[in-house]
């Protein structure tokens, strides 16, 4: 799918906040972690409280989170679970065969595998992911006021690339830590100018880097 496809109809002032979940005990040791319900570490759960203190003074217009524990735990610890709505796609990549493996052993096998660029056997493939990517986005740009979504740490990196018209494999640019916000949003406030606001701000920095004006915005919190 192209830039110009990709556009849609966003309202030029609303904004996409991005929260990868917090730490598990699976993120910390690199495996990579999909279909995988694993819970959040005592720490990962710490970093979504502090996360909430941040975002105590945004409201948004919609909430949504991956259907995986981990995701919800967070959404949950940052206050939103009860407004949150389950959204499939914002699932992590599924990893086949790789699941629960690090990159580092995979490479023993496999010394060129690039995620971003090859997939996994018995797994999703790139191009599965970024029509994943796309849809999400087609439905995103379609609300009013700012969306927070809760998700994961490769799948948020496809998504952040496609909002700006970028191919999947240059995902693996964009690095995305455990409980950390990103904000997606636009140039100009134009819906043609999609833009990175922000991106990987870990729950201790996050005050240093929104804008005030950012943080102090208040949209209509919706009922569903």
Request: charged share 25%.
């Amino acid at each position: 799918m192209g830039r110009e496809e990709m556009i849609g109809t966003a309202t030029m002032n609303s904004r996409l906040y991005l929260i990868r979940h917090g730490q598990t005990d699976w993120s910390l040791s690199g495996q990579h972690t999909g279909r995988t319900d694993v819970p959040l570490t005592a720490q990962g759960e710490q970093d979504a409280r502090d996360l909430a203190k941040r975002l105590r003074a945004m409201r948004f217009s919609r909430v949504f989170t991956s259907p995986r524990q981990r995701a919800r735990l967070t959404c949950e610890l940052v206050g939103l679970g009860a407004v949150a709505e389950i959204e499939p796609d914002l699932a992590e990549w599924d990893y086949g065969d790789y699941e629960g493996q690090r990159s580092v052993d995979i490479r023993k096998g496999r010394p060129d595998w690039n995620l971003f660029q090859d997939g996994c056997p018995r797994g999703e493939s790139p191009v599965q992911v970024s029509e994943r990517a796309d849809r999400v986005i087609a439905r995103l740009r379609a609300l009013e006021g700012n969306t927070a979504i809760f998700s994961h740490g490769h799948f948020g990196r496809v998504l952040a690339a496609r909002w700006i018209g970028l191919p999947v494999s240059q995902a693996q640019h964009f690095l995305l830590s455990t409980a950390s916000l990103s904000i997606l949003g636009h140039e100009h406030n134009l819906a043609e100018e999609s833009a990175i606001v922000l991106w990987n701000a870990v729950s201790n920095e996050i005050c240093d880097s929104v804008p005030s004006s950012t943080l102090k915005f208040a949209a209509l919190k919706g009922a569903r």
